[in-house]
């Protein structure tokens, strides 16, 4: 719906800052790393040093021997069961009689100081017999099963039409390799003990309500005896959503008495959190000779690791966005995920999108090239657009822009050549640059992505607000689970919370399970799920307020016009504070999108999603082609986004998404070699920094929906999805590259490109 009242000061569609801001730019804010109490100690881990191995003794007594050690617990020592999982409970708490990949908890220690619970977690003697380790995802399914019932975590087939006899036809096989969220707070939480035997925890987290499920099982304790608070979050981009630190700070808690403190440090984060799938792509596009698409076959094979975590719905958004943002008469679709000792992969933003974007974008610009098209035409020709039918049967019923998205970014000003300045050039001050050697490419990709949770999953969210009297005027609390992990969520409920009940007063609580479930903040859903929850409490408010003011002035409640002073038609009038006086007002709302149903297992073929959401990327980029060097120049991005409920922080959120993707692109990797990760740092495992981040245009359309709360649409993953696809673009049309099906794997490393280079010999421009 519209708004059809005046905007209100820092609410909806206003730029509000954040509260949080000034704390954060300060340093003052409170961190899970900062949390404190007088009386914790200090909880380590024990990790397999093996991907793949019977444990056959755990040995404690030289740690226990030292003085300041409180305990050591293994998988005997967990009173519930030993297992957790998103969506399988298939990952043990501490190993039992297996591990499944190097960095597995085996054990835990408390301590009186970190250092000491380090150092004693490195005398716990295992003893181990290593077996095979299966590390690479093609032999998975033929290998020795990892868990019960095989090593096939899922397997999404899609199919709908028949292909046609193609004038032209392209094939191609990519692979995107294994990214980390590179999240800048590690993991860490607080666990304090009561003495009802229950545990209060206060941790950085992006689903508390899951958590203290999990939990309660692990601990063999009443859900509500398991109490969780969202500490400050340094980041998520899904790492998150696993438990890591929890249950482990919680056993010991439990087992002393006393409040127990766990925080990794940045190599054992490697290990403590998800990863994204790394992804092997085999594609075949089929087109007439004037560039419409007749089917689109593809082979997708996601490596889940160890453990299941989010790898079943993973395989499904991959699954379902193989094609893209296009029409498709055919399609044939096999997207698989499987178990394998290597690190285990989850949530990261984009989902599965973000790989099969580069795998079907890398073909868009094959098959243009092999029908002599402009790619940007090609796209165009066959985008979606609001009533095309996706590559699962259903029906786009919301706005769908892809054409104008991609008119956008395509229609914006080339930047300027780099020059002689140094610091635009690929080699930087190194001075290995001149900038008569370079040579510029410029690509294209469009996005699709599905908004909130899907196939059926009941997805809601829950807000309470009170208003009540304040010196300062009316005021008002909210409080829902909903995670905070830095993408403006406190700040969107204080502006629905302003918008609907027009007053400036507003207080965000603390995140909690005192209240009801909010679902994770992932899938771009808080601000549609979330923030409808608590409108509707508002209104709800607002209600009770009406029929207040109905009993004082005689008249009925829908006949009373709501604001700072609520009027009748007869003229009369009572203040907001007036109403306030006979009490507070307190709500509970629960919202919900309208309902999915689960893929056809057969066909893939469903109702399964709420919403699309596309974006656009062009990407400009120079090349060094003897070094391999690239130095992205400018990046478009166009996107709709429905309602920008705080526009410069969906300006932030595209920043945020265009550096991720970026990183993707050109440099992030972990790099595992059988089984061990081997640049678990920042040293070594590279990301963006500010002077890797090019300009860049924004275009923002709003294009509202007609069933979410203001017609928004979530907005955090799309500026991701499509950015390393026109960046592995851009560098492929500035080496030549793209009819050759040369530089087929992201991240682009310079090496890859100078080997790229040298096989299609490619003459720098003059």
Wanted: glycine share 10%; charged share 20%.
């Amino acid at each position: 719906m519209t708004m059809t009242r005046p905007i209100t000061a820092d609410g909806v569609g206003t730029s509000a800052r954040r509260p949080d801001a000034v704390a954060k730019v300060r340093g003052d804010f409170a961190y899970s790393s900062d949390l404190w109490h007088d009386e914790m100690v200090w909880g380590a881990t024990v990790r397999s040093p093996h991907p793949h191995a019977r444990i056959l003794s755990v040995d404690a007594s030289a740690a226990l021997a030292l003085d300041g050690v409180h305990a050591v617990l293994t998988a005997a020592d967990v009173p519930g069961v030993n297992r957790y999982g998103l969506e399988r409970r298939d990952q043990p708490v501490l190993a039992e009689d297996l591990v499944r990949y190097v960095g597995e908890a085996v054990a835990i220690v408390a301590a009186d100081t970190p250092a000491l619970a380090r150092r004693a977690a490195g005398l716990v003697h295992v003893g181990y017999e290593e077996l095979p380790a299966v590390t690479d995802a093609e032999r998975a399914l033929e290998s020795p099963a990892l868990h019960e019932g095989g090593n096939l975590v899922r397997h999404l087939r899609i199919r709908r039409g028949t292909p046609r006899q193609a004038d032209v036809v392209v094939t191609g096989e990519y692979e995107v390799g294994m990214q980390d969220q590179a999240f800048l707070g590690p993991e860490s939480c607080l666990a304090v003990p009561d003495e009802t035997d229950g545990v209060d925890l206060y941790c950085s987290t992006q689903w508390l309500h899951v958590d203290q499920d999990q939990l309660a099982d692990c601990l063999a304790r009443p859900k509500d005896s398991v109490r969780l608070t969202l500490s400050g979050v340094g980041g998520a981009f899904g790492g998150r959503e696993d438990l890591s630190v929890q249950a482990h700070a919680c056993l010991l808690a439990l087992r002393l008495g006393r409040p127990v403190k766990m925080s990794y440090g940045r190599e054992e984060s490697f290990s403590g959190h998800v990863h994204r799938h790394p992804a092997r792509m085999r594609y075949e596009h089929g087109a007439t000779r004037d560039g419409r698409l007749l089917y689109v076959k593809a082979d997708i094979l996601l490596d889940g690791g160890a453990y299941a975590s989010t790898s079943p719905a993973v395989t499904g958004n991959a699954g379902c966005f193989a094609t893209g943002p296009y029409e498709v008469p055919a399609v044939e679709v096999d997207c698989r995920a499987v178990y394998t000792n290597n690190p285990p992969a989850g949530a990261m933003r984009g989902f599965g999108a973000v790989q099969v974007c580069f795998g079907h974008e890398s073909q868009m610009d094959k098959l243009a090239a092999a029908l002599g098209l402009d790619p940007v035409e090609l796209r165009r020709r066959n985008a979606v657009r609001t009533g095309s039918v996706m590559a699962t049967g259903q029906r786009v019923d919301g706005p769908a822009p892809v054409a104008e998205l991609l008119r956008l970014v395509a229609g914006k000003p080339m930047p300027p050549p780099a020059g002689d300045d140094l610091r635009l050039l690929p080699g930087g001050t190194s001075n290995s640059t001149r900038a008569a050697e370079l040579v510029r490419g410029v690509g294209y990709a469009l996005s699709v992505k599905n908004i909130c949770k899907s196939a059926g999953y009941d997805d809601f969210g829950t807000a309470r607000v009170r208003m009540y009297a304040h010196e300062g005027g009316p005021a008002a609390e909210v409080h829902t689970a909903a995670a905070e992990v830095g993408q403006g969520l406190v700040t969107v409920q204080a502006q629905i919370a302003r918008t609907e009940l027009e007053i400036a007063l507003v207080t965000i609580l603390p995140a909690d399970t005192a209240v009801g479930d909010a679902g994770t903040s992932s899938a771009s859903r808080q601000t549609w799920i979330s923030g409808g929850a608590v409108r509707a409490a508002c209104l709800a408010v607002r209600a009770t307020l009406l029929e207040r003011a109905a009993g004082l002035l005689g008249e009925p409640a829908a006949d009373l016009v709501y604001g700072s002073t609520v009027s009748s038609p007869s003229g009369r009038t009572v203040e907001l504070a007036e109403l306030l006086a006979m009490g507070d007002v307190d709500e509970t709302a629960v919202f919900r999108h309208r309902r999915t149903e689960p893929l056809d297992p057969e066909t893939g073929q469903g109702e399964a999603h709420v919403a699309y959401a596309f974006a656009a990327h062009r990407a400009v980029v120079d090349v060094d082609p003897e070094l391999g060097s690239v130095r992205v120049v400018e990046i478009a991005c166009a996107q709709d986004v429905g309602k920008a409920i705080n526009p410069v922080a969906v300006e932030g959120q595209m920043h945020g998404g265009i550096a991720q993707g970026l990183g993707l692109a050109v440099m992030e990797e972990i790099q595992v070699r059988d089984g061990r990760i081997l640049n678990p740092s920042f040293t070594d495992y590279l990301i963006p920094t500010t002077m890797d981040m090019p300009p860049t245009v924004l275009d923002i359309l709003e294009l509202p929906r007609p069933d979410s709360p203001y017609g928004l649409t979530g907005v955090g993953e799309p500026p991701l999805l499509s950015a390393p696809a026109a960046i592995a673009a851009a560098i492929r049309a500035a080496v030549g590259g793209t009819a050759a099906g040369a530089l087929d794997r992201i991240p682009m490393t310079p090496e890859a490109v100078a080997t790229a280079v040298l096989a299609l010999a490619v003459e720098p421009m003059a």
